[in-house]
């Protein structure tokens, strides 16, 4: 929906909230037009019900407000007496408009002091539950979410298992485009098939004000930008419609900001001619072949191990057993292996035929060579012709929602004629450190602004898939930080320590204050 259509649609939901219960703020001692206006009737509607006027800002925060719109028409109710299961069942069921029944069919007896304690043990229950959820969901949605790498394409930097928190104020936290959806989950109910959220209505896009942009060279986390694969409908569809906060999370490495020009030379990413340099806990791992002697026994298990390999590594042929082909290796751990006895060469793998796989899949490059590519700039024009359009296509059509039509060497947006086309937003180049085990941009193409989710900041656990028992805790990475200078250093144990002073701390000052009394 448009800004003007959610507009049209808010005055709608005031004129029925007018309608529906102009009488009960009479009832109240009210005036009947203090219904009508907006905003300043959900604040007075607050103070009829007993209830904090900062409640009315819940009212306006996406899901948030699914919550507690039910919350208000059953406190409306409980003031006018209406306290029956009854009355509670049959106000939810009709999404609110049973009070039109109450406003005009009932006598309305207001009861302005009422009890606010729940009654009973079981509401006392829900109400704790709906407090939580409502906490929880602010925490989620605009300040941490925690997310779990699924994927080894940033391996030795982020590992499959580790469990993070991701920060979504460090970019600004992206106001719910969805606005119908279950709290606290993403596209998907748990243990289940099916859709978690509603594709109608849909806000248009917001961010709060962050503190920082996204550099070069950050990790981030954003939504998959062709993530349209089938997952919830009929199984003859294999593609499907998802709101952009509700396609599948992807972390990356940011290689390329708004106005770069992007090249990759033999694996090595370039940034306006120079090469990108990378922090120090960035390790980027290829391919490579190892050829051995035939003669020399090497103790391959051990050797991985102490080489930390964890992506697939083989033999090209058992019977020769003369060549081994490592999915993803570092720099450092080639080294190792040129000056490990048997091995004769370590080869990396460099891809140079065209790939029409690669982005934009016009034939023309490969994962290993790439570019030079422009990765736009909101506000920033550039020239329409039939060689630069599939680098623009999905952004015009699929990203700013553009009508896009082309008949031989004419392309026409909106039906104008166009020869060039100006950004409406910022556009990033998002790469995996296992650079030939990763679906990332090369792939796809540019991550839109808007798809931006938040910057991952801390791993709190770190489960190895592959550990047994306790083993399979990494304790070296557990409360340790994504980001910073040097090696990643674990404060669990000063996680521990402060715990012990805090719970030791609080027995003396409570035998402190007993001795007091």
Same mark, same amino acid.
């Given at each position: 929906?448009?800004?003007y259509?959610?507009?049209?649609?808010?005055l709608?939901?005031?004129?029925?909230?007018? %309608?529906?219960t102009?009488?009960l703020?009479?009832a109240a001692?009210?005036?009947?037009?203090?219904?009508?206006?907006?905003v300043?009737?959900?604040?007075?509607?607050?103070?009829?019900?007993?209830?904090?006027?900062?409640?009315?800002i819940?009212?306006?925060? $996406?899901?948030?407000?699914?919550?507690?719109?039910p919350?208000?028409?059953?406190?409306? &109710?409980?003031?006018?007496?209406?306290?029956?299961?009854?009355?509670?069942?049959?106000?939810?069921?009709?999404l609110?408009?049973y009070?039109?029944?109450?406003?005009?069919?009932?006598?309305?007896?207001?009861?302005?002091?009422?009890?606010?304690s $729940?009654?009973n043990?079981?509401?006392? #229950?829900?109400?704790? &539950?709906l407090?939580?959820?409502v906490?929880?969901?602010?925490?989620? +949605? !605009?300040?941490?979410?925690?997310?779990?790498i699924?994927t080894?394409?940033?391996?030795?930097?982020?590992?499959?298992?580790?469990?993070?928190?991701?920060?979504?104020?460090?970019?600004?936290?992206?106001? =719910?485009?969805?606005?119908?959806? *279950?709290?606290?989950?993403?596209?998907s109910?748990?243990? +289940?098939?099916?859709?978690?959220?509603?594709t109608w209505p849909?806000?248009?896009?917001?961010?709060? $004000?962050?503190?920082q942009? /996204?550099?070069?060279?950050? /990790?981030?986390?954003?939504?998959?930008?062709?993530? #349209?694969?089938?997952r919830?409908?009929?199984t003859?569809?294999r593609?499907?419609?998802? =709101?952009?906060?509700?396609?599948?999370?992807?972390?990356?490495?940011?290689?390329? /900001?708004?106005?770069d020009? %992007?090249?990759?030379?033999?694996?090595?990413? !370039?940034?306006?001619?120079?090469?990108?340099?990378?922090?120090?806990?960035?390790? $980027?791992?290829?391919?490579?072949?190892?050829?051995?002697?035939?003669?020399?026994?090497?103790?391959?298990?051990?050797?991985?191990?102490?080489?930390?390999?964890?992506?697939?590594?083989g033999?090209?042929?058992? +019977?020769?057993?003369d060549?081994?082909?490592?999915?993803?290796?570092?720099?450092?751990g080639?080294?190792?292996?040129?000056?490990?006895?048997?091995?004769?060469?370590?080869?990396r793998?460099?891809?140079?035929?065209?790939?029409?796989?690669?982005?934009?899949?016009?034939?023309?490059?490969?994962?290993?060579?790439y570019?030079?590519?422009?990765?736009?700039?909101?506000?920033?024009?550039?020239?329409?012709?039939?060689?630069?359009? =599939?680098?623009?296509?999905?952004?015009?059509?699929? !990203?700013?929602?553009?009508? *896009?039509?082309?008949?031989?060497?004419?392309?026409?947006?909106?039906?104008?004629?166009?020869?060039?086309?100006?950004?409406?937003?910022?556009?990033?180049?998002?790469?995996?450190?296992?650079?030939?085990?990763?679906?990332?941009?090369?792939?796809?193409?540019?991550?839109?602004?808007?798809?931006?989710?938040?910057?991952?900041?801390?791993?709190?656990?770190?489960?190895?898939?592959?550990?047994?028992?306790?083993?399979?805790?990494r304790?070296?990475r557990?409360?340790?930080?994504?980001?910073?200078?040097?090696? =990643?250093?674990?404060?669990?144990?000063?996680f521990?320590?402060?715990?012990?002073?805090?719970?030791?701390?609080?027995?003396?000052?409570?035998?402190?204050?007993a001795?007091?009394?």
């Open positions: 929906m448009s800004v259509q959610w507009f049209v649609f808010f709608l939901v005031q004129i029925v909230h007018f %309608l529906g102009w009488k703020y009479e001692g009210r005036k009947k037009w203090e219904a009508a206006v907006p300043y009737n959900a604040i007075v509607l607050m103070k009829i019900i007993g209830r904090p006027s900062w409640w009315t819940l009212l306006f925060i $996406p899901i948030i407000n699914l919550i507690i719109f919350v208000v028409w059953v406190e409306t &109710l409980r003031s006018f007496g209406k306290r029956s299961g009854l009355d509670t069942f049959l106000v939810l069921i009709t609110g408009f009070l039109y029944y109450i406003n005009y069919t009932q006598k309305l007896n207001y009861i302005s002091d009422r009890s606010l $729940p009654q043990k079981a509401a006392d #229950t829900v109400s704790s &539950l407090f939580a959820i906490v929880a969901t602010i925490v989620h +949605t !605009y300040f941490i979410q925690p997310y779990t699924p080894s394409s940033l391996e030795k930097s982020l590992l499959v298992g580790d469990f993070l928190f991701v920060s979504k104020m460090n970019y600004g936290a992206r106001v =719910p485009m969805t606005t119908v959806a *279950l709290p606290m989950v993403h596209d109910i748990p243990l +289940t098939k099916s859709k978690s959220y509603l849909q806000l248009p896009y917001m961010r709060l $004000p962050g503190i942009n /996204i550099d070069r060279t950050d /990790i981030v986390v954003f939504n998959w930008p062709v993530d #349209t694969v089938f919830f409908f009929d003859s569809k593609r499907a419609y998802k =709101p952009v906060d509700k396609k599948s999370n992807y972390v990356k490495r940011c290689v390329g /900001i708004p106005g020009n %992007l090249s990759i030379k033999d694996g090595m990413v !370039y940034i306006d001619g120079k090469i990108l340099q990378l922090p120090e806990r960035a390790k $980027p791992q290829f391919s490579y072949k190892i050829a051995l002697d035939g003669k020399t026994p090497i103790d391959f298990e051990s050797l991985f191990k102490d080489l930390d390999v964890t992506d697939p590594a033999f090209i042929d058992q +019977t020769k057993r060549t081994v082909i490592m999915s993803a290796l570092t720099e450092s080639a080294e190792r292996l040129k000056n490990t006895p048997g091995i004769t060469a370590v080869i793998q460099i891809s140079r035929e065209d790939d029409n796989g690669v982005f934009p899949h016009i034939n023309k490059w490969n994962r290993d060579n570019g030079p590519v422009y990765i736009p700039e909101e506000g920033k024009t550039v020239a329409l012709t039939a060689e630069t359009l =599939p680098f623009y296509k999905a952004i015009i059509t699929d !990203y700013e929602n553009n009508d *896009l039509k082309v008949n031989g060497s004419e392309i026409r947006i909106n039906g104008e004629i166009a020869t060039n086309y100006t950004f409406k937003q910022n556009y990033y180049f998002m790469m995996g450190d296992n650079r030939h085990n990763s679906e990332d941009s090369r792939y796809w193409g540019f991550v839109p602004e808007n798809h931006i989710v938040g910057k991952p900041i801390f791993i709190w656990l770190s489960i190895d898939p592959n550990g047994k028992g306790i083993n399979k805790i304790w070296d557990v409360f340790t930080t994504v980001s910073g200078e040097g090696q =990643p250093q674990s404060y669990f144990k000063l521990l320590l402060g715990l012990v002073i805090f719970f030791v701390g609080e027995y003396f000052w409570k035998k402190r204050k001795s007091k009394v």
